[in-house]
């Protein structure tokens, strides 16, 4: 019988001070066995809970070393709530959970706490073991990585330097995870466009993990394919190719043909063979590397921006400039609405839309336009590089020398004349350093 029929039963058969005696004993009886009845339910042990974050934290790792990144990023949530619930918000294992949250939402181009998150697990890390740990310099590494993707390479340098003097102090010069900070490191230097530098630190963190996890390991292939970009980039390109194709076998066989490390060797080489004529090899490459990275990690990413960027130019060699056209304006469209924008890769994307060829049905009446937005497009690309790698970089210097003449073909003599201005400057300034 419910409650409301038992009241109305009792209200009928007996008095009502009576009923009302009754009817208050009934309700707290029935209270009374509802909580026995609750008490009964299964509530987690600490015990259950601490081992249910260390199934999720195991899913995380999986998940990424599978390619399924936008899965491994709903557990890492999850993980991380779980890890706060459990263990309490100033735990090691919370800040394990961070650093694994963090690190997929830079690949995921989410940066929004992303800085505070590193900052807080060292925060945690460092009240729990000292600041001179392999912890410290791990996260230190992360953290690193988070500012460098943002092309904030002043802050990004001394961080990575930091790590480095930790894992050097408290693993050793060889161990992997020193690696991985001079790998870091390298591929920083490289996207400053200082390639000599960054040339012997590549080669020293191969030769690292090639003698710590052996040549068929994925962090081998990473050095491998990192010292190759670098080599294309100093315009070795028979090295930059022999090297791709060894990275390439290793993350094929070790990741699996459709895995986003496998993606970044078919890039990687079919840059290679573009840069080399090779037009008809390199193309179902890039189309391939593009593929991969839209399926695992969408549309409005920055690794598939590069995909859509590579196969354009492959596209624009071949005489197919609306295609390549339409890519590159999908890249940039990515770039320049993604929190990166101000890194050098970015402006290498928009000079190489302003240097697009016209196509050869183009309208006379839209040819000044293209002019002008070329011109446009540049001095963008001269305001991301003065910012990330410094007004007087050789790299900010050349993209002026196109941004003078992309003025000069549109017919914008005041324009032109104030680059030329600018041009003047970097001059002087570099004779009188020389001096």
């Not at 988070?146 to 001394?158: H, I, N, Y």
């Not at 996890?213 to 994925?218: I, K």
């Not at 354009?312 to 990515?334: K, S």
């Amino acid at each position: 019988m419910k409650l409301d029929q038992l009241f109305s039963t009792l209200q009928r058969e007996i008095p009502k001070t009576t009923a009302v005696a009754v009817i208050v004993l009934a309700a707290a009886a029935i209270g009374a066995i509802a909580w026995v009845q609750v008490r009964k339910q299964p509530v987690p042990s600490q015990e259950n809970l601490q081992a249910q974050w260390v199934v999720l934290a195991d899913r995380v790792h999986e998940l990424k070393a599978m390619g399924l990144h936008g899965e491994a990023l709903r557990v890492a949530n999850g993980s991380l709530k779980l890890a706060e619930t459990t263990y309490g918000p100033s735990h090691p294992a919370t800040a394990e959970a961070l650093n694994e949250l963090a690190q997929l939402m830079v690949e995921f181009s989410q940066f929004d706490n992303v800085d505070a998150m590193y900052r807080r697990a060292l925060s945690i890390q460092t009240r729990a073991t000292g600041s001179e740990t392999p912890e410290i310099a791990a996260t230190t590494n992360n953290l690193a990585q988070s500012c460098a993707r943002l092309g904030l390479f002043s802050k990004a340098e001394p961080l990575y330097k930091r790590a480095l003097v930790i894992y050097e102090k408290s693993v050793g010069a060889d161990d992997p995870a020193t690696a991985r900070v001079v790998n870091n490191l390298a591929c920083m230097e490289d996207a400053r466009c200082n390639h000599a530098v960054a040339e012997p630190l590549h080669r020293r963190a191969l030769e690292a993990r090639e003698r710590n996890v052996g040549p068929a390991h994925l962090d081998t292939a990473e050095s491998l394919g990192n010292l190759a970009s670098n080599a294309r980039a100093r315009g070795d390109l028979e090295t930059a190719e022999r090297l791709h194709r060894r990275a390439l076998a290793i993350r094929e066989h070790v990741a699996g043909p459709s895995h986003p490390l496998t993606a970044s060797s078919l890039a990687g080489l079919a840059a290679t063979l573009r840069d080399r004529g090779q037009f008809a090899l390199a193309d179902p490459l890039a189309t391939a590397a593009l593929a991969i990275r839209h399926k695992a990690l969408g549309l409005r990413n920055l690794s598939t921006a590069s995909a859509l960027e590579t196969l354009a130019l492959i596209r624009a060699d071949i005489g197919e400039l609306n295609t390549a056209r339409r890519l590159l304006e999908q890249a940039v469209d990515i770039r320049m609405k993604d929190p990166t924008v101000g890194h050098p890769r970015t402006a290498e994307t928009l000079k190489h839309l302003a240097a697009l060829a016209p196509p050869a049905d183009e309208a006379p009446d839209g040819i000044q336009d293209r002019k002008q937005n070329a011109a446009r497009l540049l001095e963008k690309a001269v305001a991301i590089q003065s910012e990330s790698l410094g007004p007087d970089h050789a790299e900010t210097v050349d993209t002026l020398k196109n941004l003078l003449e992309a003025w000069k073909a549109a017919g914008n003599q005041e324009e032109a004349e104030s680059v030329h201005r600018r041009l003047a400057e970097r001059v002087d300034k570099s004779t009188a350093a020389s001096r």
